[in-house]
């Protein structure tokens, strides 16, 4: 995986307990039981899956196909794909979801798309925005990349408050965009690029400080 710009990669956020890893292969069990446990959260907004029932596709023998795709994408350096974990009071690390920056293009464009997803019984305590906001500013710094964009269906209002929150810029609206829950779905656009960051310190600090949450050396 040398020679690859940003990747491997471990990102950590010591306020939040939040980290950034690559995919193990002793992750299987652990990934599993999360997915499964979330079926009914994540579902709705994924992209069609080939047929088969949630429990099996999200089984650990599934996940070692998904841990090859990922580990063969990001060799190539087309992408950066990042399991989400976070840190539990009794100090255990615990995968609770995924970051991958994903379709990267370099050369003029130096662009990627990113897509995220989390455990349910730890949405809303900013874990993924912190995730996200930690990709982001690798990817702008060690991967050498300009623009992260973000597209999210209109409905899923959890995932758009994410980028929200974090100021990515709202520009397109992109009809019938990918296929998710038997039929094309549309899809707003959001993009940030490194010039939106000029002066903040990064993304990671503009939401410390937004949180109010004094950076520590």
Same mark, same amino acid.
């Given at each position: ?29 652990? @990934? ?12 709705? @907004? ?29 060799? /190539? ?36 798309? /990113? ?22 500013? +690798? ?32 520009? /397109? ?5 990918? +296929? ?6 549309? +899809? ?30």
């Amino acid at each position: 995986m040398l020679g690859v710009p940003g990747w491997p990669a471990e990102l950590h956020d010591a306020q939040s307990g939040v980290s950034l890893r690559p995919y193990r292969r002793s992750d299987a069990t652990a @990934w599993s039981q999360v997915r499964r446990a979330n079926e009914e959260w994540l579902a709705p @907004w994924e992209p069609t899956p080939p047929g088969g029932a949630w429990a099996d596709l999200n089984s650990p023998a599934s996940f070692r196909l998904v841990y090859k795709e990922l580990r063969r994408a990001a060799r /190539a350096g087309h992408a950066m794909p990042f399991a989400v974990c976070l840190r539990t009071p009794d100090n255990v690390e615990r995968l609770v979801g995924q970051v991958t920056l994903g379709n990267i293009v370099r050369r003029a464009f130096c662009s990627a798309y /990113a897509g995220y997803w989390v455990d349910a019984r730890v949405a809303g305590r900013g874990v993924i925005p912190t995730a996200l906001a930690l990709a982001v500013d +690798h990817a702008f710094d060690q991967g050498g990349l300009h623009r992260i964009e973000v597209n999210i269906r209109p409905e899923n209002a959890a995932s758009r408050r994410v980028v929200e929150k974090l100021g990515f810029r709202e520009e /397109a609206y992109h009809q019938k965009y990918l +296929h998710i829950a038997g039929a094309w779905r549309d +899809h707003v656009g959001y993009a940030l690029t490194t010039e939106d960051l000029a002066g903040e310190g990064g993304l990671l600090a503009r939401w410390h400080q937004q949180r109010g949450i004094r950076r520590t050396a």
